[in-house]
């Protein structure tokens, strides 16, 4: 017998945590989905965790109280065909998952969506641009 603790499935673990990606972009709390769902806050947990395996009916539960296509779960999921092509993170949407799963990056989505002066918006991100250029070029000079 093996003391080992079963490793979750890398897609349980993807689809997990685009689960907590959309509920965390809607500002929803783990308690609020749980209770959509007629589960505990702790079952969402282990679902976003990929520890907990996620039915097929209970998917397509989630997907609609998040408002989102069932299949918006699996984008960018370890085997798919973006996956497959070289892993070309910047092509596909890893890099903003990634950045939406932080603190900094969901609340400044949040803001800059808020932002309905389009002229504002380009300035924020030619801002962002500038900012970014700079710290670049601080760390070549070190």
Do not use: C, W
């Not at 395996?53 to 989102?68: D, F, K």
């Amino acid at each position: 017998m093996s003391d080992k603790k079963k490793v979750p499935n890398p897609i349980d673990i993807h689809v997990g945590s685009r689960i907590r990606l959309r509920r965390t972009m809607l500002g929803m709390s783990q308690e609020k989905l749980g209770e959509s769902l007629g589960i505990t806050f702790q079952q969402i947990q282990k679902y976003e965790k990929g520890t907990n395996r996620v039915g097929a009916s209970r998917l397509q539960n989630i997907a609609g109280i998040l408002n989102v296509p069932v299949s918006f779960f699996f984008e960018d999921a370890p085997g798919s065909e973006a996956d497959l092509s070289g892993g070309l993170e910047e092509t596909s949407t890893g890099y903003v998952v990634n950045f939406l799963s932080s603190s900094e990056g969901l609340q400044l989505n949040r803001a800059f969506v808020n932002i309905s002066d389009p002229k504002v918006r380009r300035r924020i991100i030619d801002l962002v641009k500038s900012l970014a250029d700079d710290a670049d070029g601080d760390s070549d000079a070190e």
